[in-house]
């Protein structure tokens, strides 16, 4: 801005998701267009992790405080981010709002988290007609393969690459993460290549999941191992024969939706004080 030049005041929304693992803020504008996002690992001060996602996003999208019209929580932590939010939202339907926002049809979302996996199914206007969740157990979430990447003695980031060099992979019996790792160290002890054994892991993930509950004709794929693991949604493609589809920004899908909640609250207000006047 030049000198003597006055900023416009704008409107936007924010949706902050406050996972175990991971804290992510999305920034929307009036026209639902995402314009500013933040990812920081939540560690132990969720609150500050979740002003530095919160300042970083508002720096992106060229916001102030003073610009957000409404702001919604969701996640894990939801309940610790109160100076930022007013509202907080259940998990599932920030991400059935996100999901649905992006492919307005009747769809079966698959989430991949920190801690747990999700399967949601909408219909067509997007109500949710069924959802499964997997039990209390790491096996087959971003907490698995951190487990599994340190019994590899690799970086969780090599994964993705790893898999897709593999030409014999090694199929995993166990689900449960204590078993797996009995699993991969006799693999490694009877000499299998690491890449076969880390594809062996992404396909335990796969089928795990799958066999959670029945997929309809359209499946999204949302979460952080998803995004940083894309060759998951390409085997999945195969397993299922049919194509996979994610959002741009697969890990930030439930902070969307919890800005897309904020948004229209913010309408629905405005509507009811014009209906007043």
């Known amino acids: 801005m030049g000198r003597g030049t006055v900023k416009?005041?704008?409107?936007?929304?924010?949706?902050?998701?406050?996972?175990?693992s991971r804290t992510k803020v999305a920034i929307i504008n009036e026209a639902g267009?995402?314009?500013?996002?933040?990812?920081?690992?939540?560690?132990?001060?969720?609150?500050g992790t979740a002003a530095f996602c919160l300042d970083a996003s508002l720096e992106m999208a060229g916001a102030t405080f003073t610009d957000i019209s409404g702001?919604?929580?969701?996640?894990?932590?939801?309940?610790?981010?109160?100076?930022?939010?007013?509202?907080?939202?259940t998990e599932i339907g920030c991400l059935a709002k996100g999901c649905h926002y992006y492919f307005p049809k009747a769809i079966t979302i698959i989430d991949i988290g920190g801690q747990d996996?999700?399967?949601?199914?909408?219909?067509?206007?997007?109500?949710?007609?069924?959802?499964?969740?997997?039990r209390k157990c790491a096996a087959g979430t971003g907490a698995f393969l951190e487990e599994m990447a340190g019994r590899l003695d690799i970086d969780l980031e090599e994964m993705d690459g790893l898999a897709r060099q593999?030409?014999?992979?090694?199929k995993l019996g166990s689900y449960c993460t204590v078993f797996s790792a009995t699993e991969v160290l006799e693999s490694i002890r009877h000499?299998?290549?690491?890449?076969?054994?880390?594809?062996?892991?992404?396909?335990?993930?796969?089928?795990r999941i799958l066999e959670m509950d029945s997929l309809t004709e359209h499946v999204i794929m949302t979460g952080g191992v998803v995004a940083h693991n894309p060759y998951i949604v390409a085997m999945t493609e195969e397993l299922l024969g049919r194509p996979v589809v994610t959002p741009v920004l697969p890990q930030l899908t439930g902070a969307v939706g919890a800005a897309l909640y904020a948004?229209?609250?913010?309408?629905?207000?405005?509507?009811?004080?014009k209906g007043e006047n």
């Open 8 to 20: 416009m005041p704008i409107k936007v929304f924010v949706g902050l998701d406050m996972g175990s």
């Open 33 to 47: 267009e995402l314009i500013g996002h933040a990812i920081k690992k939540s560690g132990t001060d969720f609150g």
């Open 71 to 89: 702001a919604v929580s969701t996640g894990y932590g939801r309940d610790n981010v109160a100076f930022v939010t007013t509202e907080n939202k």
């Open 117 to 134: 996996n999700k399967v949601i199914k909408l219909d067509t206007p997007g109500r949710r007609n069924g959802f499964k969740m997997n």
């Open 166 to 170: 593999s030409t014999e992979m090694v």
């Open 191 to 207: 000499g299998k290549n690491v890449t076969d054994i880390v594809k062996g892991l992404f396909y335990s993930i796969i089928k």
């Open 263 to 273: 948004m229209d609250k913010y309408r629905y207000r405005k509507n009811v004080i």
